[in-house]
């Protein structure tokens, strides 16, 4: 199961932050600091542009990349990793394994080690088509809270 993602989805107010942080004390569960919420952009745009075949195609879209709030919260949290560590952590250079090695970075969760690697995007709920194209063994966690618990 390391090698396979976890991806926490659900709605607004419906308990996603909670189940995110119990999972983060897991020793061998690492989930990123924030919901990312650029997967399915990032799909977008290497779909439209081709996928990076070099390091300096890669270091163009990690620019790009970088502009999307998420890294505006890591970098709140003095929490980064340059673009030469992320291009080197890539084991593919297609979305999956950009995405992939971006969200090991920020979960501590490194390539070969034992540790489940995640992403908390409620948002995703839309795509989960595009993350079991990405992702075909990836474990999708839908929270769902009853409409009375939060009324």
């Not at 003095?78 to 999956?96: H, M, V, Y």
Request: aromatic letters at 10%; charged letters at 25%; one cysteine or more.
């Amino acid at each position: 199961m390391a090698n396979t993602p976890l991806f926490i989805v659900g709605v607004q107010r419906s308990g996603t932050s909670l189940v995110r942080e119990v999972l983060r004390n897991h020793p061998q569960i690492g989930l990123t600091h924030a919901e990312t919420n650029l997967l399915p952009a990032m799909f977008r745009r290497i779909s439209r542009v081709g996928p990076p075949t070099n390091e300096a195609d890669f270091t163009n879209l990690a620019r790009w990349v970088r502009r999307f709030p998420y890294f505006e919260h890591l970098s709140s949290k003095n929490i980064s990793f340059s673009d030469e560590r992320w291009f080197s952590t890539c084991q593919s250079l297609d979305t999956a394994g950009i995405f992939e090695a971006m969200a090991r970075l920020d979960a501590d969760a490194p390539p070969k080690s034992v540790r489940v690697w995640g992403d908390k995007s409620p948002s995703y709920r839309k795509n989960l088509e595009l993350i079991a194209q990405l992702f075909p063994n990836a474990h999708v966690l839908h929270v769902i809270r009853d409409v009375r618990d939060v009324c």
